[in-house]
């Protein structure tokens, strides 16, 4: 489907107030240091109300209720100055307002990770041209029905998904007239307080693991809460408890993942184990556990190695259940020297996942993501939008909250027999 977008405007929002003195710097941790920089993406499809009220008083109503937000989440209208600080100068998030030449249904029933592209500011040149070292661009795109999206791109280099949510419950509170709720609760910048940058080429040889990106196709498929349930009977209780809604369908995509994988390059690689790596939050690990508002990228990834006799989903939601558990009893540990000593061992040792086929999962579920309500109602559809890495999967959850939406990036080669071999089981 070809869809003409047109931009219409650009503009700076900066804070209501300006940011202190003593709070011009802001320190990065080595976890926010260690990420690549890229933008954590996401996007809201809200339908047309009945009132047809006019894209105007949604620009408004955004971008002031931005300004008031950034007061308190001051980092995000600065500038990344290297990758172990922010210039907190208060240049602004940068706001975009965007017109789409379609209607909001033609998304949803087709709902394509090329088209989202449309709606989001980091996917323009001209727009990143304007704000070098961004940590925040919003747009605000409005459709021909009177619907509108709302994409909210992040710096990955000091926000996490959960820092995303705690940047939603501040924005959305002071858009619907409720901004005292974010000061009796203001967020919580960890920074360097708990780990402090360092000199990477210490101990990272190379800046990431992850496969270059060549030619991949990201797609969308839909697990209804029946399916799940089913995935749940087949694994059976693991210890006491049967598992989790993403356990169960991250271990399904994976097994047949690494089956397309095996059929596409044959026999000779067919041996080969794979690893799955689990973004696993720290806040609720760390004793004592970190307020749920706490700010950064306060998260690790759990490695669960797959070898070819393990590609049944039991043993497969077992190994995954088993990692956790095991890195659950060191999370504890992820600050001052201890921390960097158990960052920089498993840097140093990756080299083990290097002939690996390497995936990567991240889960949104259980976030609240279709209460963000800006003041004009809940949106209709959220999307987490095309992931630019090979093998990856990020699970949302669907509307009703009982199913999971998963945006699978795989090889284009290998996506076909990916969706054959999913539809087979």
Not at 322 to 337: C, L, R
Request: contains cysteine; neutral net charge.
């Amino acid at each position: 489907m070809q869809m003409k977008v047109d931009m219409i405007a650009k503009e700076r929002i900066k804070p209501s107030s300006p940011t202190p003195y003593n709070l011009k710097n802001f320190k990065l941790s080595l976890l926010d240091q260690i990420q690549p920089p890229i933008y954590g993406l996401i996007i809201f499809f809200y339908s047309a109300d009945d009132t047809k009220t006019n894209c105007a008083y949604y620009s408004k109503r955004l971008k002031n209720s931005l300004s008031q937000t950034l007061t308190s989440f001051y980092p995000m209208a600065g500038r990344l100055n290297n990758d172990t600080s922010v210039d907190c100068n208060d240049e602004g998030a940068l706001f975009v307002e965007a017109n789409i030449a379609c209607n909001l249904s033609d998304i949803l029933t087709q709902p394509e990770a090329e088209l989202l592209n449309h709606f989001l500011p980091t996917n323009d040149p001209k727009t990143l041209d304007l704000a070098p070292g961004c940590i925040a661009l919003i747009q605000l795109t409005s459709f021909q029905c009177g619907g509108i999206a709302i994409s909210v791109c992040l710096s990955h280099k000091l926000f996490d998904v959960s820092s995303l949510l705690t940047i939603l419950h501040g924005w959305t509170s002071t858009a619907r007239g409720s901004g005292e709720a974010v000061l009796r609760v203001p967020p919580v910048f960890v920074g360097d307080s708990l780990l402090k940058t360092r000199e990477l080429s210490s101990f990272m040889s190379r800046p990431n693991l992850m496969p270059p990106p060549g030619k991949l196709r990201t797609k969308r498929f839909v697990f209804e809460a029946s399916k799940i349930a089913n995935l749940k009977v087949e694994v059976g209780l693991i210890g006491k408890l049967y598992p989790s809604r993403v356990e169960v369908v991250s271990a399904l995509i994976l097994k047949t993942a690494m089956a397309a994988s095996r059929s596409m390059t044959g026999s000779s690689s067919s041996s080969r184990p794979s690893v799955l790596f689990q973004a696993v939050d720290l806040r609720r690990r760390m004793k004592p556990p970190l307020p749920d508002n706490s700010i950064g990228n306060l998260f690790w990834v759990v490695p669960v190695v797959i070898n070819e006799s393990e590609m049944d989903l039991r043993t497969m939601v077992w190994k995954m259940k088993e990692a956790v558990d095991d890195f659950s009893k060191i999370a504890t540990k992820f600050k001052g020297e201890e921390g960097f000593s158990i960052i920089s061992e498993f840097f140093k040792g990756r080299e083990v996942f290097k002939e690996m086929e390497r995936y990567s999962c991240t889960s949104w579920c259980k976030f609240p993501l279709y209460e963000t309500d800006f003041g004009f109602g809940k949106p209709v559809w959220v999307s987490s939008t095309s992931i630019a890495f090979k093998n990856t999967i990020v699970l949302v959850d669907t509307k009703q909250g009982d199913g999971i939406e998963a945006w699978v990036t795989l090889e284009e080669e290998n996506m076909s027999l990916f969706e054959e071999k999913l539809f087979l089981i």
